[in-house]
C-alpha cells in the first residue's frame, strides 16, 4: 500500500554479493524445521497476553493540554481531515474498558514525546499535564492487575528536535535521548516493570531517511539511513546503561528495544547454499541490523557492512562493548509494515512469507536462546470492513499458533504476546483507509465508541482459554463397538487358482521339443466341484484385512456385474458365487460384512447403474426405482443368511444433478427395499438396514456472526436434513422445497432406518458471502465454502479438523435424538506417503479420539467407525496397504490401527494391556471371567506345576510304602503252602491245547 518508491534502500543494502560465512541460523533453509500440523495446545502458565497501541494513531488531541508538534503531526497534516483520531487521550478509560473487556493482562502503549515536553528538551520542566495522564493511566492498569508496558518513543519525535539539530541524523540525540529517557523512568518506572526504549528503528531509519515515506520525510544522501540507525542504537543502548545504573537497584524493572522484521524463502524452494547466502543477508539487513550490535557481536552484520562500506558508520571497539548487551529480553514486531518494506529487499530469488515461527527460531537460533516477547502482531483490514473482520481472525490464529508451535516443538522460549492493535486509528501514511484494531470506531461520529469487532471476540476466548486447549481424553471403546474398514465396489475376480481340479483334459509337455503344454486327445479326467478357495484373490484380499486387526469389513457389490441388463432375468451366476464365496470367507474368518447394494461411482461412464438403466435416464427415470427395489430383494435371497447389516445406497446426497426428482427417487428406493427386508427376511435374517450419507461438517467462517451460523445451518439442513427428515421425522421440514412427496410416500418413507450411516472426512468453513466476488455460490444451498488456512492440508487439500466429527455427531444427536445408533461408516485422509504415512496416522488417532469424546462427553450413541480404504490401486491415497507389482504392503497406519482396536481405544498409561472382549454364552461378563481370560498364560502354568507336583507326591508316597512292605516281609516265617502254577506257566499249555484242537477239525 505504500505510494512511496522503495528502491533506493535494496540499492543500498544489496550493492554488492560479496560472500560471507552463513549464521547457525542458516540451516532453516537447508534443513526445514520439524514438520508439525500442531493446532491445539495452552501455553505456559503464566504467559502475558497483552494488547498494544501507540500515541500518534490513537490519541489525538495533538495540541491539547499544552502538547507540542510532532514530526507526524507535521507530516500529516496536509493529508488529515480530522486530527481527533481514535481520542485516545480524551477517552482513556474508554480504552482501559476494552482492555478490561480481552482479559489480557499486558497492555502496551507509547508515551509521547512532545506531549512530556513540548519543545523537546527532556531538562526542561515537563507538561504536567501530560505526566498527569500517564500517571492516571499506569494507576488504573495497576489496579485492574495489568502489567503497563511502556514504549519511550514510537517515532513521534518533537518537530522542534527534527528542526533544531536534524532529528537522529545529529549524534546530539543520543544524550537528549538518555536524558528523556532518565525522566521516564524516575517519573514513572516504580510500577513500570517492562520498558521498550523504541519501536521498529528500522522502519524509522529506512522510511524516515532514506525513502521519505515515513515522517519526518528526509530523501538525502544515501548513508542518512545508516547514520540515523547509528544514533538509534547508540541511544537506545545509553538509555539502557542508564537505568542499569540508576533505576534497576530499587525498581527491578527489565528494558529492551523493539526490533520488527520479515521472512524470506528461496524462491520456488530451491535452497542453494548461493540462495541460503541471499536469505541470511536479507535477514540481517533488517532485524540483523539491529539485533546484531545488541544482543550479538555489539557490531553490524558482516554482510551488512560488506555490502554498504563507505556508508555506514563504524563502532569503536569501545562503543561496542558499550552497545553490547544492552537488553533484558528480545522484543519483537511482525507486523506489514516491515513486510511490506521487505518486499522491496527481495529482490534476488526470494519471496517474503508471513512465518512468525522461523522469524522466532531464527532469533533462537542466532543470539543463544533469549526470552522474547512478541510485541507487536496482527493484520490489518480495509476500512470498509467494519466490526465482520473475518479474515484479521484467520490472520491473528495463523501468527499464535505460530508462536504455539515455536514455544512447544521448538523451545523458543516466548513469554509474551501483544495483538495489535487495542482501536481503529489513524494507521500512519495509511490514514483511515485501513483498520488494525480490534475495536471498531466510526471516524464520522464525534463520540469515537468502542464496538468489539470480531476478532476482539475471538482474542478474548483465546485469551481465556490460554491457547487452544486439547481435551484429550482417556478411555475404551465397548466390545460390541464396530472398528471397520471400509471399501468401495469388490470387484469381482474369476481367475481359479487350481485349474487342475476343474479342467477335464490331460496334458503333455515338451513332446515335440517345443517345450509347449498340449492335451492328450481321447482322454477325459474327472473334475471335482467348484470351491471358494479357486479364487486366489479372496485368500490374499481378506488376508490383508485380518493384519489390521477389523471386526468389521463394509464393501459393495457391482450392480453392472451381477444383474448387466438391471434386472433378474440377467443374473450372472458365477459372479453371485464369487460374492457368496466373499461372505463365507469372512464369516470363516469371525469378521462381519457390511454390504452395500449401490455405491455410486462417478469415474464409471453410468455412475455404476447397469447401462439399460443409465441410458434410460438414471434416476431420473422413476423405472430405476422398481428396479433397484428388485435388485436388493434378489441380494437379499442370495446373500441374506451371511450378511447382518445392509447399506442400501451409498450418499445418495453426493448424486445431486439439477433437480429434486433424482433426492424423491433415491429416498423412494431406499424405502421400498427396506420395506422388502421388512417384511420378507427380517424374521429368518434379522438384519439392519439403512443408507450412508457424506456427512462433512461446516464451521461458520466467522463464529460470531449470525449470518454465518445461519450458512452453516442451511448447508447442514441441505446436506443432511433433506434426507434423513422424511425417514426419521416423517416430513420434510427444511426450507428446500424441491423433493415434494405425498402425504403416502412420506408415510412410506418414515422410520425406514435401522440405524444412522454416516461418512464424514473433513471439515470446511462456510459463508453467506464470499471475500472474493468472482467466485460465485453454489446455485443449490447459496452459500461458498472456504478453508481455514492454518488447518493442516493432504495432497487433494483435505483438510485435517478432527474436532468436526465431534460437532458433526453432536449436531446429528441434537436434531434426530439417540433413539438410532449411528456409525461412521467411512473416514479416512489421502497420504502420498509410501510407507510411514504419518498424516494418515494422525487422522486415524485424532479422529478416533474425537469420536470417544462423542459417546462419552456428549452421549452420542455412535456404534463404530471405518477407516476408508483398505487398499491403494493405482496411486498412493486412501490406502491402508500399498500396492505396486501386485504387492501389498501394509503402511505405519496399519499398526496403529490395529493398536488402538487391541486396546479398544485410548486407555490410561497406567493400563496399556490389550482390552479382552470374550463374552459369555449368556452375554453377559463377569469381572473373575475377565481375569481368567487375561491370565491364561499363568493359570496353565500354575496347572502343570500343580500337576507335576502332584505326581512326584504320588510317586514318593509309593515307593515308601513298597519299601515298608519289604522290610516286613523279610521279618515274617514262611509257611509251606500248597504248590498252585502260575498264569504264565499255564499258558503254553493251554496255548498248544488250542492248538489241538484247531488241528482236528
Known sequence: MLRVSLTLIPVLLWARTECVLLGKASKLWLQPLNETDLQTGTFPS?????????????????????KGESVWDRFTHH?????????????????????????????????????????GDPTANPNLAGVEHYRRLIRRLKERQVEPVVTLFHWDLPQVLQERSGGWLNQSMVDVFADYAAFCFRTFGGEVRFWLTMHNPFLLAVQGYGTGAHAPGVIGDPADPFIAAHNLIRAHAKAWHVYHTHFRPHQGGQVSITLGSHWVEPLHGHATLANVTLCQKSMEAVIGWFAEPIFGSGDYPESLKAS???????????????????????????????????????????????????????????????????????????????VEDTVAIYMMKKFIIQVMQAVSVDGVSVFGYTAWSLVDGFEWNDGYSIRRGLFYIDFSQPERRRIPKTSALFYRRLVRDNGFPDDRIEGRFPCDFQFGVSESVLQVHLRPFSPQFTDPHLYRWNYSGDSALRPVTGIVLHTRAAQCTDFLYIQRHLSLLGVTGASHYRFALDWTQLMPSGDPSSVNAEKVRFYRCVLSELARRGVQPVVTLYHPSFRSPSLGLPEPLHANGGWMNGSTVEAFVQYAEFCYQEFGGLVPTWITINEPNRLMEDSGAVARHLLLAHARAWHVYDTRFRRTQGAAVSFALHADWVEPANPFLESHEAAQQRFLLFELGRFLDPLIKGRDSTPFALIGFTDDEREELKGTLDFVALNHFTTRLVSPHDPNPAKPPNQDHGCWLMTDFTWPLSHKEQALVPWGLRRMLGWVKDRYGDGLPIIITASGVDDQAPHNDQLRQRYIRNYLQEALKARELDGVNLRGFYIWKLQDHHDLQFGLFSSAAHHSRPKVSVSLYRDIIAHRGFPSAADLRPFPCQVADNRTSCELCTQIAENKPLLFFCACVSVSVSMLSALIIISVVRRRRMRMRKRMPINVRPQRFAVQQRFPMMKAAHTTRHLRR
Not at 503464566?46 to 499544552?66: I, K, M, N, Q, R
Not at 482501559?96 to 519543545?119: C, E, I, N, T
Open 46 to 66: 503464566g504467559f502475558l497476553w497483552g494488547v498494544g497501541t501507540s500515541a500518534f494513531p490513537t490519541e489525538g488531541s495533538w495540541d491539547a493540554d499544552g
Open 79 to 119: 493529508s488529515r481531515t480530522d486530527d481527533t483520531a481514535s481520542d485516545s487521550y480524551a477517552q482513556w478509560e474508554e480504552d482501559l474498558k476494552a482492555v478490561q473487556y480481552l482479559g489480557v493482562k499486558l497492555y502496551a502503549f507509547s508515551l509521547s514525546w512532545p506531549r512530556l515536553f513540548p519543545d
Open 308 to 386: 554498504n562500506r563507505g556508508v555506514i558508520p563504524e563502532f569503536t571497539a569501545e562503543q561496542r562493548l558499550y552497545v553490547k548487551g544492552t537488553a533484558d529480553f528480545f522484543s519483537l514486531a511482525f507486523g506489514p509494515e516491515t513486510l511490506r518494506v521487505a518486499r522491496g529487499l527481495a529482490r534476488f530469488g526470494q519471496m517474503v512469507a508471513l512465518d512468525l515461527r522461523k522469524v522466532l527460531v531464527w532469533v533462537q537460533q542466532t543470539y543463544w536462546d533469549p526470552q522474547v516477547l512478541v510485541a507487536e502482531s496482527g493484520w490489518f483490514s480495509v476500512a470498509s470492513v467494519g
